[in-house]
């Protein structure tokens, strides 16, 4: 269920973002744009945040079954990040 919410978070921001700044083009096609101009792994740090949110409540409601999905989570969207910005 952690794993769920960690990925949910970033995943309903970056949605987010795409309804924003998308303007006609699909998700997908929001996503390569991205990419090519190197601003992908920004945009996902950007959405990585929307995890701090789901990790307070969770650790305020002492389920931390539930916080170590979201770590997990979150260290994945790190990995990502990191090989996206350091990629050739």
Do not use: H
Not at 2 to 19: K, Q, S
Not at 53 to 74: E, H
């Amino acid at each position: 269920m952690g794993l769920l919410l960690g990925l949910l978070g970033p995943g309903g921001l970056l949605w987010l973002l795409f309804a924003w700044k998308g303007g006609d083009t699909s998700f997908i096609d929001f996503l390569a744009r991205q990419n090519q101009g190197r601003l992908l792994a920004p945009v996902l740090s950007l959405c990585a945040l929307a995890n701090l949110g789901s990790f307070w409540l969770l650790i305020q409601r002492q389920q931390y079954d539930k916080v170590k999905g979201v770590i997990f989570a979150t260290l994945l969207l790190g990995i990502t990040i990191v090989f996206l910005k350091f990629r050739a």
